[in-house]
């Protein structure tokens, strides 16, 4: 037990006496609010940031390179290591000495991919380590819990992997960030690749998970294929993490489609795609024509958990350490001198979210959040590995080039099982943030 | 007809995963009156057995290679797998049906872990309180199940099918339907015809030999086998073995259909349970029933001319079917009374 | 009505005393932030409520959950519609939290042992399934319930208070808002008024004939007693109990997620119980505690953490020591979860609190000489 108290001692150093009075005693809370303007100022001490992702559960592992792109930011960041993207991002403010001259610090917490650990993790975060900015996430849920709790205390939060619409859609927040694509972006970009690949006659079947998530990717994928002639056959809903897919497979191969959706994401995917191709549906030919099978959105991980199956699937990706960008050399070659593997998106993205968001105090010139939060509205740069990228102020989404791969057909190791086949270019991708709704609210945090 | 054959076999496919799960789960309620949360993580041991097995196969020899280079400057590691360049076109075999010989292997390694679990832990919560064995069985599935993580990752270990057995079966034709109306994986005809051989084996053990028959007898009246001088926690010891050997197998031959993650036994946790409560406590047949039933019944609960009237439906009938049967037969399918019912 | 048996008196005054200091005893161990405080507590009224069933009448519920989730969506629906207030949200969380348990125990209480367990287990997971798919119009699905700056709330609306000129509006009671240590304070006397509503009910006639129907229900009804609404009774109270905690948690937070009726949810409640000790008024609280306290200061320890605390060891030392022990913190403190869990059942029988009574009595006995025949006799039966 005497572990904790020697880290609250080096926590509150940190931290500053401030908070222990406060925490003795809740009058003064109010008071200190005041006195430091904002939740959790680090004054003369050292920021803290909070890295909360799940470090447990079935998405540990994706939560888990996260963290590590995190941590090789940091170092980055505080001028360790070979400076990585800090290098090659256009413009910047970073000069590798810190965040305003001073040393950037992280505490970490495991989202356990559950909303209410999430939240708890990072209250735990803004109101014991004082962070003063939270970020982290590999599903929608976990995303807009933190982001509205964030936005209710004050703390900006930038969003990991999440690839639900309603993060920067009906629930999005002044305070929340998302460097990540979308549903509706996987929609649009992969349409043009389809067509071309296999045509503008086609009937396709949907299999799509049963919560928030599945329902935007299916709703998105369905207007993007159905807007280049193809027709739906019809769009099923699967429980989530059901394992045994076979009973929705079945009514698939004699239901007149000739293209299997699967709007799965992780676990559901990494069962549903071997099942489907188990069922033969890749051998099989339907209306004269060659069956085929689309997962609109991709992961490293999953496509390792698939397997074989995974060969010559189309699919979308925000980012892949193959492109041969200035930034995405840079930062593979650091990731990978430091953790011997290629980096992940999910590794990226953290990574790129820690860089803005240091980018964006340092253009600021100070911790205050709604400071913060206009240096990183319509924020354009380039050099992060995605080609030139806009942070739109209306939505607080990244707006960049989208990655359309396909399985590897013979990988020669577990890290180029996906090809980068297509881009698709940045307006083509982007959209009106009127059709999602939704309010990001006032940029004055409303408490600590 | 055709969709019916087909969501006829998914279910009994289901089902024969079911009742392997809840077969041991039941042996070991029936015998020892332990309420055991650690079932799944035999489970998932039993997988990751077949995933051992696979990867011991492959073994590589590993050379560096300095003249490529990786993106990130280090050499590129050139990789020989052992077997193969021992035993030529027989360890390719080898390598190719990993996962059904991995049965071979995780017989004997469940058998010692079951026992090993047995006499370590299990055995000095007999007389204690089924609160107390859920806590401590729980706790043990936990470290089981984070000490295979720290081997193995969080991430699903893909295992693949031999590839004899990778096509799908027209399973139509055998019906006299026309061609390709009903096609079916191979591996899960192969996963079906083993849960029933398991099935049949454990039921003849119970059924014709002496051991089974003495389990069979202590499972009705514990006391008065004992007072006829026979010593059965010697016995229940092997029961218990028996039981993580039947998961494990069952694992193990499921690991094409479901990569296996560390967390895959809690999964099936709950499922083997209800599956197991249905059937009745203390009953074998039941357990057996109630997995196919349960399984069917899912099956044909997905089908689209179903969730059209019942949205949702299959969602909730495992639960639903469970109520309903619980409410109607007090004792599930089959049960005894008096087991489990304080 | 509120008088108390001189034992339960102290034992209410300890708790009580320890409930609210817990901002300065929680310093020393890294815990004294409103966030992890509020669960402390409000986890504490689940365990006393799901005790008030299983430690009395032995019926193991495996669907405590459920009754948790509806608390919270009922207290966040409230807030949405009614008012920010905290007393109509938690009226509600417990009313409809106790419809709910009335519905479901009337039809669970038909059976008994692991039959009430898998039926109860069976509404709970069917709740779920529903909720996080079917039902999204009204629990949101997977992102969960939260409030928004135009919703209705026409109690509030009427009354033209509220709508504070920035951001979300926060759970009040009359008027004054519940963040942070508000929060964490109004919750405590909530639990401390549970604690004395549970050692009420232990103490009473009530909690007797429950007793009595565990030990021996055929007895029961032999002598001609109607075991059925009894059992309710509790059931009902129980369930309620779970909507408080459930509508509190919403109070201090406000977002109601399916992932609160999952049976992990169910299971951690029962595994808190058995920790801490079933049927003792004290043990499920210790129970609920220790995990909470687990999974949220043992899982934020990173290796970084681990390097500075044992900076005074040599370089190889400590090196060594980190690894060994970053296996236990972190991604891996379900590891140590699992320890806890397999030691105190093992060396602590009965729970943490029984455990600790019979270690009590053992060293006393042993510092007694005058004793030693007793425990002598002990040893021999």
Not at chain 1, 231 to 248: C, F, H, K, M
Not at chain 2, 287 to 313: C, K, R, Y
Not at chain 3, 336 to 358: C, M, Q, S
Request: aromatic content about 12%.
């Amino acid at each position: 037990m005497t572990k904790f108290t020697m880290n609250r001692r080096g926590l509150l150093k940190t931290v500053g006496a401030g908070l222990t009075t406060a925490v003795a005693s809740p009058l003064v809370l109010t008071n200190r609010a005041y006195a430091q303007q904002f939740c959790n100022n680090p004054g003369d001490n050292d920021p803290i940031i909070g890295f909360n992702v799940p470090q447990t559960g079935t998405y540990a592992e994706e939560g888990l390179e996260q963290l590590k792109g995190y941590e090789l930011a940091v170092k980055h960041i505080n001028g360790e290591g070979d400076g990585g993207m800090i290098n090659t991002m256009q413009p910047t403010a970073l000069k590798g000495n810190g965040i305003l001259g001073k040393r950037l610090r992280y505490v970490t917490g495991d989202t356990q991919t559950n909303t209410d650990a999430a939240r708890d993790g990072a209250r735990r975060m803004i109101e014991r380590d004082g962070a003063v900015m939270v970020t982290g996430c590999v599903t929608t849920g976990e995303a807009v819990a933190q982001q509205a709790l964030c936005h209710e205390l004050g703390v900006i939060y930038m969003s990991g992997l999440t690839h639900g619409n309603d993060t920067t859609g009906k629930d999005k927040r002044r305070y929340g960030f998302r460097h990540f694509f979308q549903g509706y972006m996987s929609g649009v970009a992969i349409a043009p690749l389809l067509a071309e690949e296999y045509g503008r006659d086609r009937r396709a079947y949907h299999l799509t998970a049963d919560y928030n998530w599945g329902w935007t990717q299916e709703e998105s994928i369905m207007a993007a294929t159905e807007a280049l002639g193809w027709e739906t056959v019809r769009a099923v809903r699967t429980p989530l993490g059901i394992g045994d897919y076979s009973q929705y497979l079945t009514p698939v191969l004699n239901s007149g489609a000739d293209v299997l959706i699967l709007n799965h994401y992780g676990h559901d995917m990494v069962n549903s795609l071997p099942q489907a191709v188990q069922f033969g549906m890749r051998d099989r030919m339907a209306n004269g024509k060659q069956f085929e099978i689309i997962v609109p959105m991709f992961s490293e991980l999953m496509a390792v958990g698939a397997g074989d199956a995974v060969k010559g699937i189309i699919g979308t990706q925000n980012w892949n350490w193959q492109l041969d960008d200035a930034g995405s050399r840079a930062f593979t070659q650091s990731y990978g001198a430091e953790y011997g593997e290629p980096p992940s998106q999910s590794a990226h993205t953290g990574y790129v979210q820690t860089l803005l968001y240091a980018d964006a105090v340092e253009r600021a010139g100070t911790f205050y959040p709604p400071e913060v939060i206009r240096a990183l509205e319509d924020f354009e740069f380039d050099g992060l590995g995605n080609g030139p990228t806009l942070y739109r102020g209306s939505d607080h989404q990244c707006f960049k080039e989208v990655l359309v791969v396909r399985g590897n057909e013979a990988p020669t190791s577990r890290f180029d099982v996906l090809d980068v086949v297509g881009k698709t270019p940045r307006e083509d991708v982007m959209y009106d943030p009127a059709i999602f709704g939704g309010e990001l609210g006032p940029y004055e945090p409303n408490m600590c | 007809m055709d969709a019916i054959l087909a969501q006829l076999l998914n279910g009994l496919d289901k089902g024969g995963a079911y009742a392997l799960i809840a077969l041991g789960l039941t042996l070991v309620f029936g015998t020892l009156g332990v309420v055991n949360f650690a079932h799944g993580a035999l489970f998932m041991l039993g997988c990751f057995c077949a995933v051992v097995f696979r990867y011991l196969l492959t073994i590589e020899t590993v050379t560096v290679d300095p003249t490529q280079l990786s993106p990130w400057g280090a050499p590129v590691e050139v990789r020989t797998p052992l077997v193969q360049s021992w035993l030529g076109d027989w360890g390719a075999f080898l390598v190719d049906y990993s996962v059904p010989l991995s049965v071979i292997f995780a017989v004997p390694v469940m058998l010692v872990i079951g026992i090993v679990m047995e006499r370590g832990l299990i055995k000095h919560f007999y007389k204690r309180s089924h609160a107390e064995q859920i806590l401590v069985t729980f706790g043990l599935a936990i470290v089981l199940q984070e000490i295979v993580r720290s081997f193995f990752g969080a991430n699903p270990v893909p295992q693949p099918i031999p590839a004899d057995l990778r096509v799908a079966a027209d399973v139509g034709v055998w019906f006299g339907m026309e061609a390709y109306s009903v096609t079916y994986p191979t591996w899960r005809l192969v996963y079906l015809l083993f849960s029933a051989g398991v099935i049949g084996a454990v039921f003849a053990f119970m059924r014709f030999t002496t051991f089974g028959m003495v389990v069979r007898a202590g499972m009705a009246d514990r006391e008065t086998v004992g007072i006829l001088g026979i010593d059965i926690d010697r016995k229940f010891t092997i029961v218990f073995g028996l039981a993580a050997v039947v998961a494990g197998v069952a694992g193990a031959m499921y690991t094409p259909l479901l990569a296996p993650n560390y967390h895959i036994g809690m999964d099936f946790l709950v499922l083997s349970f209800v599956v197991v409560v249905v059937g009745g406590m203390g009953s074998l047949p039941g357990a057996v029933v109630a997995g196919f039933l349960l399984g069917v019944l899912q099956s044909f609960a997905s089908m689209n001319e179903v969730t059209s009237i019942f949205p949702g439906i299959d969602q909730i009938i495992i639960y639903l079917v469970a109520i309903i049967i619980l409410l109607v037969r007090p004792r599930g399918l089959m049960g005894r009374s008096g087991v489990m019912e304080s | 009505m509120f008088s108390l048996s001189r034992k339960d008196f102290t034992l209410l005054a300890v708790f009580s005393v320890i409930v609210m200091t817990m901002p300065i005893w929680l310093q020393p161990l890294g815990a004294a932030y409103p966030g992890l405080m509020q669960k402390f507590v409000i986890y504490a009224i689940f365990a006393i409520g799901f005790n008030i069933l299983f430690g009395l009448t032995g019926y193991l519920s495996f669907g405590h959950a459920a009754f948790l989730g509806v608390g919270s969506y009922t207290a966040v629906w409230s807030f949405k519609l009614l008012s920010m207030d905290m007393i109509p949200a938690l009226f509600f969380a417990v009313v409809f939290a106790g419809i709910f348990a009335l519905f479901i125990g009337f039809f669970s209480l038909r059976r008994s042992g692991i039959y009430f367990s898998i039926l109860t287990l069976a509404f709970a997971q069917m709740s779920y399934s529903l909720a996080y798919s079917v039902l999204t119009p009204i629990t949101n699905g997977e992102t969960g319930l939260l409030i928004a700056r135009d919703d209705p709330r026409a109690i509030d609306t009427m009354l033209g208070v509220g709508q504070s000129a920035s951001g979300m509006p926060m759970p009040s009671l009359i008027g004054i808002e519940l963040g942070g240590y508000g929060g964490f304070y109004i919750c405590a006397l909530v639990l401390i008024a549970c604690f004395f509503l549970s050692q009420k009910i232990f103490a009473s006639p009530f909690g007797m004939a429950l007793r009595g129907i565990k030990s021996n229900p055929t007895r029961m009804i032999y002598t001609g007693f109607n075991t059925k609404p009894y059992m309710l009774t509790a059931f009902v109270i129980s369930g309620m109990f779970a909507g408080l905690a459930g509508g509190l948690l919403a109070v201090t937070d406000p977002i109601a997620g399916a992932e609160r009726m999952q049976w992990t949810e169910s299971g951690n409640l029962v595994l808190m119980t058995i920790l801490g000790g079933v049927g003792t008024l004290l043990g499920p609280v210790i129970g609920a505690w220790v995990i909470k306290y687990c999974e949220n200061i043992f899982s934020a320890i990173n290796t970084q953490m681990l390097n500075g605390f044992f900076e005074f060891l040599p370089d190889g030392v400590q090196s060594v020591a980190v690894t060994v022990m970053s296996k236990f913190v972190g991604e891996g403190w379900h590891l140590t979860l699992g320890l806890v869990f397999v030691l105190i059942v093992v060396f602590l029988p009965g729970g943490l609190v029984e455990g600790a009574e019979k270690l009590r009595h053992r060293f006393r006995r042993r510092s007694d000489t005058y004793d030693l025949a007793a425990d002598a006799q002990e040893k021999r039966t």
